[in-house]
């Protein structure tokens, strides 16, 4: 739906009222309108000349064979003709968009495609109109310059002359003041005149635009096509809300006829550009579009501008469950001349869709960030509960109860300080541990045999448990295949601590070849794989990890007799060697 709303400016901001009367006189838009103007008239008497030699020629030479050819010749004149009244509508600024050429399929099938095209007989109709609307705007702008050019050389003329004028029984004698009231009135017919071009100016540049506009059809769609394409897979992408935001607006300049396309938040801010100034060559942003202006939604203003242009304002909605429905506004801008169709504004109005999923997704990621760290904290918090602050108070405990015992009872003492000395190493273990798993680079940093063995400390301070560690070379492994491997260890040993009920937990890492196998035993009460219910969440866990690194998780277990996880994953190819270092070791 297209809503055409009238000019909007607010009082004394338009640039047609800050220049004044003479604004037109200085307005480059004037000059380029009267070179048209001044073009219009050769350029129509030749394109009438040989329009109406060919076509006539042709149809007097019809009976002898030789008119069909000419008139086919008149067909293909009309379009040559007409790419050469486009080229001429650039002194006004009004640029076409050219449809991607189509293959030569003969001569039949080129003539049907010519006299089926609507572009053709609009094209005619402009060859036909251009002749006598030329006539008349010389016509016009003569008698203006005339009378313009006759009251500014009054001083030659009249102070000049020494013969009076005589006007029936009046005899007058132009005297300084009637000269002065000729120049002013001669001045003012030149700013009407001036005032006049820019008027034909405009009428040149929608007529041009009206009737010589190319159809793009299927070309334009494939493009509107294309950019919806990439801007649906570069939202749900979805990696950096600014990037996201200006690859939109770049797609719908490409895509459409439109010169800018900016996107504005609620406020009028400026979200992105498809240029890299938005600005340039304005006085006032558009972003100072009054809240008038703003359009429902699933509709689009279309706004005309102070220098001829169109500023079409499309609404950015989000969904009802991101809170509020404003998003902000779309924004295109386009030449004098240009205006946009309605398929256009709906190809828009779906990039404007696609901005508001971008910004609803930002919002959700968001809120995610911020409950994901919600919870992290709340995590941390148990952690430091259940490891350390325990710690610290045991050690509390046994030095109170060394400090009493330490002069009855020494044997005591030594066993409390004992107590005291394991609390704290375990302290520090778990405090390590957790300040290990708070680095999200502490695994690339430290690798995957520190990490384990990290772990395998805070196990035996936490839980108690005697931890057999065989971990001795850093083995090849990507750092997505490393991280997998460390999280399946830490599922494994979470197992241990909360079914097995074991005693000893045994920890392996090996790396034979191009495999890496991970192992994680334990003494405990074992459990049935085959049977239902039993781990199922923890093992699926693990194997999704296994699958998603490449590798291959295998559990085996059975009542009374502990359980062993197994994990196999391929060892990263080593890095290639230099040649020219290779060959300095040689030698």
């Known amino acids: 739906m297209m809503k055409v709303m009238g000019a909007v400016r607010e009082p004394g901001g338009s640039r047609g009222v800050r220049g004044g009367p003479l604004r037109d006189l200085t307005d480059p838009t004037t000059y380029r309108a009267a070179a048209y103007v001044l073009l219009t008239l050769p350029v129509g008497l030749l394109v009438a000349t040989l329009l109406t030699v060919v076509i006539a020629g042709g149809l007097l030479t019809l009976p002898l064979l030789i008119g069909a ?86 001083p030659g003329w009249a102070l000049g002359s020494a013969v009076p004028v005589v006007w029936n029984e009046w005899t007058v004698q132009p005297g300084p003041v009637a000269v002065a009231g000729l120049m002013l009135a001669g001045l003012g017919v030149l700013i009407v005149a001036a005032g006049v071009l820019n008027l034909m100016g405009r009428l040149w540049t929608r007529l041009t635009a009206a009737l010589l506009t190319l159809d793009a059809g299927d070309e334009a769609a494939r493009r509107e096509v294309v950019a919806l394409r990439r801007a649906a897979g570069r939202v749900a992408l979805g990696d950096d809300l600014n990037a996201t935001l200006a690859d939109l607006t770049t797609q719908a300049c490409a895509a459409s006829t439109a010169a800018q396309v900016t996107l504005h938040a609620p406020d009028g801010t400026l979200r992105a550009s498809s240029v890299s100034d938005p600005w340039a060559g304005d006085t006032e942003p558009p972003s100072s579009t009054p809240d008038a202006a703003l359009p429902q939604p699933g509709e689009a203003n279309v706004l005309p501008l102070p220098d001829g242009g169109l500023l079409a304002v499309l609404p950015v909605s989000l ?38 999923t971008a910004l609803h997704a930002a919002q959700l990621i968001e809120r995610a960030g911020a409950r994901a760290g919600e919870q992290e904290r709340a995590r941390l918090a148990r952690e430091l509960h259940d490891s350390v602050a325990q710690a610290l108070y045991g050690i509390t405990l046994g030095a109170k109860t060394a400090r009493a015992t330490l002069e009855r009872d020494p044997a005591r003492t030594l066993q409390s300080l004992d107590y005291t000395i394991r609390l704290a190493e375990g302290g520090v273990s778990e405090m390590k541990a957790l300040l290990f798993s708070l680095r999200p680079d502490a695994l690339e940093e430290g690798g995957l045999i520190a990490a384990l063995t990290q772990h395998a400390h805070a196990l035996e301070a936490r839980h108690g448990l005697q931890v057999h560690a065989e971990l001795r070379r850093e083995p090849d492994l990507a750092p997505d295949v490393q991280a997998a491997a460390y999280r399946v260890a830490q599922e494994a040993l979470h197992n241990v601590v909360k079914h097995a009920r074991a005693a000893q937990v045994w920890v392996s890492l090996v790396q034979d070849g191009p495999h890496v196998t991970l192992t994680v035993r334990d003494d405990g009460r074992g459990f049935d794989p085959q049977a239902q219910g039993r781990g199922t969440l923890g093992q699926r866990s693990m194997r999704e990890r296994a699958a998603g690194a490449g590798g291959h998780l295998h559990v085996q277990s059975a009542p009374g007799e502990g359980t062993a996880v197994t994990l196999t994953l391929p060892a990263a190819a080593p890095l290639p060697v230099p040649v020219a270092a290779a060959g300095a070791e040689g030698a």
């Open 319 to 356: 969904p009802a469950s991101a809170g509020t429905l404003e998003g902000g506004t779309l924004r295109a801008r386009y030449r004098p001349g240009v205006r946009p169709g309605a398929d256009e504004l709906a190809f828009l109005l779906s990039i404007a869709d696609h901005a508001g």
């Open 69 to 154: 050819p000419a008139l086919l010749g008149a067909v293909w004149l009309v379009r040559t003709l007409g790419d050469l009244q486009r080229g001429l509508a650039g002194v006004l600024g009004v640029r076409f968009a050219r449809p991607a050429p189509v293959a030569y399929a003969g001569v039949l099938a080129w003539l049907g495609a010519q006299l089926s095209s609507p572009v053709t007989y609009r094209t005619l109709l402009f060859h036909v109109v251009q002749l006598p609307l030329g006539v008349l705007c010389w016509l016009v702008l003569a008698a203006l310059l005339s009378l313009a050019l006759l009251g500014l050389a009054a």
